[in-house]
């Protein structure tokens, strides 16, 4: 299994000197392998391989005095990245999309590098973790969590981000396979995802948002202030980080939220339903699209799924057409206009919060995906709790649990 973890660096002033140089001369050689990428298609009729540039790295360093400070393996993985875009390109026209060319990268838009394989090493020197880079020296790192001794390090991308810190994010390899999923499912959950209440399950736990209004006016604030600084100034450049600052602080508190909320479901239960939410569509909308990206629905479910298969948890996501409208009990279907949140089934009369009513039919979906179903001898009347627990989003902390049940864990 692959994982990948992510740590903050504490560079000095001279390791962030480096740092940037070393970034900019990958940039400039990803701008100059796309040159000769289109050259040599102009040339020959065709693109060349992967090999074919890699191949000329050696040649290049003659001349180029700059890729002689750069491990070698780092300039490699510049070239595979390049290639790395053309197949996602490729595959976008595959598609029936209408895409252009690789773009030229300025400063802004290369913020990072990787070593692969080889050139870096986790060590501890003087009482304190320092990552270990060859032709940069020793950086010191903030490990706030460790990575299993049974890993391997394949990988680590410096990353800067638009505030100025650097992370160093590793590909590691763990050599185990993930849990059986069991045969027998005896916890299962039905989701239905909202604005309102940000989850909604089928054990009456209902999720509150994550309140983020202050984060965004503080944004808002900053971004008065750095359109009435000069573009390109001093003043200009302290605004723009502080504007990053803001971001980076919505987008941590966010995905915060959304780790612990998905480790809870996939460890809790042993199967986990949800709705295949088509996220980009409900974004073309014109109304409600700003707070639909705020939601981040489509993260949630990514999050989801992959610690669902972590876990050996089942994870099936099914098609949210008519969950909204039909009966969790007797399956009719009734037209409900958005403001209603109360669902009544005229047909049997079951009565139900809408989300709930959603949240079940989406397990009873998901279920028989799976081959489950749900035992005819348990109506939904029975199933369903009597009441609904109204979970703040701040009380869904460390361990991932609404409920507050399990002690904290690290792990993510």
């Known amino acids: 299994m692959y994982y990948a973890y992510k740590y903050r660096l504490k560079p000095s002033d001279a390791h962030r000197e480096e740092l940037d140089r070393h970034r900019d001369i990958c940039r400039q050689l990803y701008n100059h392998t796309r040159y000769r990428l289109n050259e040599y298609q102009d040339n020959h009729g065709e693109l060349p391989s992967m090999t074919t540039l890699r191949s000329e790295l050696p040649d290049l360093k003659t001349w180029w005095d700059d890729l002689s400070d750069v491990y070698s393996k780092v300039l490699q993985t510049v070239v595979e990245r390049l290639f790395d875009n053309l197949n996602s390109l490729s595959k976008l026209k595959e598609n029936g999309y209408g895409v252009g060319q690789l ?100 054990d009456g736990h209902a999720v509150e948002s994550l309140d983020l209004l202050d984060e ?104 949210p057409r008519g969950t909204t409208k039909e009966c969790a009990s007797c399956g009719i279907s009734t037209d409900k206009p958005l403001w209603v949140r109360e669902h009544s089934c005229p047909a049997c009369g079951f009565e139900a919060d809408r989300d709930a009513n959603a949240a079940w039919n989406i397990l009873s979906r ?12 348990m109506s939904v009347e029975t199933a369903l709790p009597t009441g609904t627990t109204s979970v703040p989003a701040k009380r869904v902390i460390e361990a991932g649990s609404p409920t507050l049940t399990r002690e904290p864990s690290g792990e993510r």
């Open 216 to 319: 965004r006016e503080r944004l808002e604030r900053e971004q008065r202030k750095l359109s009435r600084k000069e573009h390109g100034s001093n003043n200009w450049e302290t605004q723009r980080r502080r504007v990053a600052e803001c971001h980076a602080d919505l987008r941590r508190k966010r995905r915060d939220f959304l780790h612990k909320l998905s480790n809870y479901y996939a460890r809790e239960y042993d199967l986990v339903a949800v709705e295949d939410l088509n996220v980009k569509g409900m974004m073309e909308s014109p109304s409600n699209s700003r707070t639909t990206a705020s939601a981040a629905w489509r993260t949630f479910l990514s999050l989801l799924e992959y610690k669902c298969k972590r876990a050996g948890t089942y994870f099936v996501a099914v098609n």
């Open 103 to 202: 773009k030229w990268k300025p400063p802004r838009e290369f913020c990072s590098f990787t070593y692969s394989q080889s050139g870096f090493k986790l060590d501890k020197k003087g009482g304190q973790a320092v990552l270990s880079l060859s032709k940069l020296g020793d950086i010191p790192i903030r490990l706030h969590r460790s990575i299993p001794d049974d890993a391997q390090l394949k990988q680590v991308t410096l990353k800067k981000e638009p505030t100025g810190e650097w992370f160093a994010t590793f590909g590691v390899e763990v050599d185990r396979e993930p849990p059986e999923k069991p045969d027998e499912l005896t916890e299962t959950v039905g989701i239905d995802v909202g604005i309102l209440k940000y989850a909604h399950d089928t």
């Open 366 to 377: 998901g279920a028989k995906h799976v081959g489950a179903g749900r035992s005819e001898s």
